[in-house]
């Protein structure tokens, strides 16, 4: 078996905070990929690694110093933003990012970072206020502008016994999305040649021309399944109820926005190699929509019946033809999530749940983080720490590329 990252070479920038210990550990989980590691340190990483500990473990000399004489005497920091095929910075530190963002060359660690012309992967890591800080989110856009990738942060304990987003994503995590990053850029994602299927955002039921019967999902957890998608180099077609979000770049959109014309629309879009149900499809419709605006009466607020709408993920999960292979649920629960989940994917068909609590005060419904289990067919759960969006969609996405065997 060909190893991920067989023949790749990879520098290694470790920068100055506590999350530096965790470098030494993705040292050996880039090797165990199959990976070349060469290191760099900061001088603030060597308040909390060694350059020995990180050379004894990539079996290469650890490199420290922009003015020293056996590697100047050939400008040695030009050879080692040439002689890789990718640099990880990790952990990338609040300072070590603003640098990076400015355009700063001060020490070893900066002057490659911007001689090099390779691709680039940060690991941000901090204190929860750094992170939320409005400079370091300037930053982190720059970075991302100039075509930086990243992974993490997480949400967890931090050093300074706080609690929140900052801590630096866990070593596999990276080596991970390091293979991620190389197989996009060589046109060959872990989901070249497969189609999937993503349902996003609300429905809206009319209740006349005027009204309409709603929910408060904004689509920004489906929306990035479906950009995280197409990163990782899938066909993706997204069916989308109203909303204000920007189609994401590379996938085909379909905006609808009833129940009956998002199912009409998966049916039409079908087959699928993977389809992801994250739409807040509406339960009920009202029995009968007016072609007039309802007036105010003297006798009060007129009656609405309702019906129910059709079940989109039971009618996918349960169809014996052009069934996706894998078939993916959402349950957004406001109470017993996991009871409530578990109860969900035996009832649909499905292979997989997604569950989140959107009880009032989550900030789930609009906000821009998330947090999920997922739940399989034997019930087992797995707990995900609070992310971005963006985060929860990479990682799912990660996940369903294995389910699916590719």
């Not at 355009?103 to 929860?128: C, E, R, Y």
């Not at 609009?366 to 990682?395: F, Q, Y």
Request: charged share 20%; glycine share 8%; net charge neutral.
């Amino acid at each position: 078996m060909t190893l991920p990252l067989a023949n790749c070479r990879v520098l290694l920038v470790i920068g100055g905070g506590i999350a530096a210990y965790k470098s030494l550990d993705l040292i050996r989980r880039l090797r165990e990929r199959g990976a070349a590691v060469r290191c760099v340190l900061t001088p603030g990483a060597q308040a909390f690694v060694t350059p020995l500990a990180a050379g004894a473990l990539s079996g290469e000399r650890a490199h420290t110093d922009l003015f020293d004489r056996d590697d100047e005497a050939d400008i040695g920091h030009i050879k080692l933003a040439r002689k890789a095929d990718a640099v990880v910075v990790a952990p990338a530190t609040a300072n070590l990012m603003a640098r990076m963002a400015g355009g700063h060359a001060d020490d070893l660690a900066s002057t490659v970072l911007l001689a090099t012309t390779l691709p680039i992967l940060i690991a941000p890591a901090m204190n929860v206020r750094m992170w939320l800080h409005p400079a370091t989110q300037r930053n982190l856009a720059t970075l991302r502008a100039d075509g930086v990738a990243v992974v993490g942060p997480n949400e967890g304990a931090m050093a300074e016994a706080e609690t929140g987003p900052g801590r630096m994503a866990e070593p596999r995590e990276i080596a991970d999305a390091l293979v991620a990053m190389l197989a996009r850029r060589r046109g060959a994602g872990p989901l070249a040649g497969r189609h999937l299927l993503v349902t996003s955002g609300p429905t809206h039921e009319p209740i006349d021309p005027v009204r309409y019967i709603a929910n408060r999902s904004s689509g920004k957890q489906g929306h990035a399944i479906a950009a995280a998608a197409a990163e990782a180099g899938a066909r993706v077609t997204l069916v989308s109820g109203p909303v204000s979000l920007p189609d994401p770049p590379g996938v085909t959109v379909v905006r609808v926005e009833t129940a009956r014309a998002m199912l009409a629309t998966v049916e039409a879009a079908l087959p699928a190699d993977i389809a992801v149900f994250a739409a807040a499809v509406a339960d009920w419709r009202p029995a009968n929509a007016t072609d007039e605006k309802i007036k105010k009466g003297p006798d009060g607020p007129p009656g609405i019946a309702l019906v129910e709408n059709p079940d989109i993920l039971a009618t996918v999960s349960q169809k014996t033809v052009n069934r996706p292979p894998l078939v993916v649920g959402f349950a957004a629960e406001t109470h017993r999530v996991v009871e409530h989940a578990r109860a969900k994917i035996a009832r649909k068909g499905c292979d997989l749940i997604v569950a989140n609590d959107v009880s009032a005060g989550s900030g789930v419904m609009g906000g821009d983080r998330n947090t999920v289990l997922l739940i399989g067919r034997d019930g087992a759960v797995e707990t995900w720490p609070t992310l971005d969006k963006d985060e929860v969609a990479r990682r799912l996405v990660a996940r369903l590329t294995v389910l699916a065997g590719t």
